[in-house]
């Protein structure tokens, strides 16, 4: 393994409970650096935390906290000489990601977990027709957004023949993402699944942060 390799290898949690996040070598040395410049360092963790809502693209809050003052509910981790702080309502999402820091992005996360569904009353998910739906999805949309980054989430339909959906990764905050929804998503959709013949977009691109385009 090369320095350049250890540097990107992550890090898990060194005792006790199974690690959440992981933390690269090079992530931990910029954190340890920044909270060194914080009053009382030695008492101060990492906290990190999703403050998206469902079917949004992931957002997130790392600051520093007092991890001996930490909510009862709060999960904490020590990586390397860092404690790392998440709230319980954090933790399915964030388990298995990787939390990397890179000369040109700088700190970064690599989650490989997706946001929930928004629930939408009125909309029928757990049908026959919602499968068909979701098999497209899974075996035809998906792989041909990879190219972007992207991904979309289905939500559910309305009876009358209009699947709804979300927009995420590269595909989220991009210019392109109603003519690629519209033109592409829909396109795949309308013709492999009989009962559907329209697709909606529920997403708030205003909130994108990591469009393909600009």
Known sequence: MTEADARHSPLAA?????????????????????????????????????????????????????????????????????????????VDSLRGAVLDHTESQGLVIRNPNRPSVPNVEGLETGDVLSAEVEAVIATEVNPALAAHGGFVTYVGHDGEGVAYMTMGGGCHGCSMSKATMLEGVQTMVVESVEGISAVRDLTDHTTGANPFYS
């Open 14 to 90: 060194e005792s006790g409970p199974e690690s959440i996040i992981e933390i690269t070598p090079a992530a931990l040395e910029v954190i340890i650096g920044l909270r060194g410049a914080e009053e009382d360092p030695s008492s101060l963790g990492l906290r990190m935390a999703i403050v998206s809502q469902p079917g949004e693209e992931f957002r997130y809050d790392l600051g520093f906290d007092e991890f001996l003052t930490a909510a009862f509910t709060d999960e904490v981790r020590t990586i390397g000489e860092l404690k790392v702080i998440v709230p319980a309502d954090s």
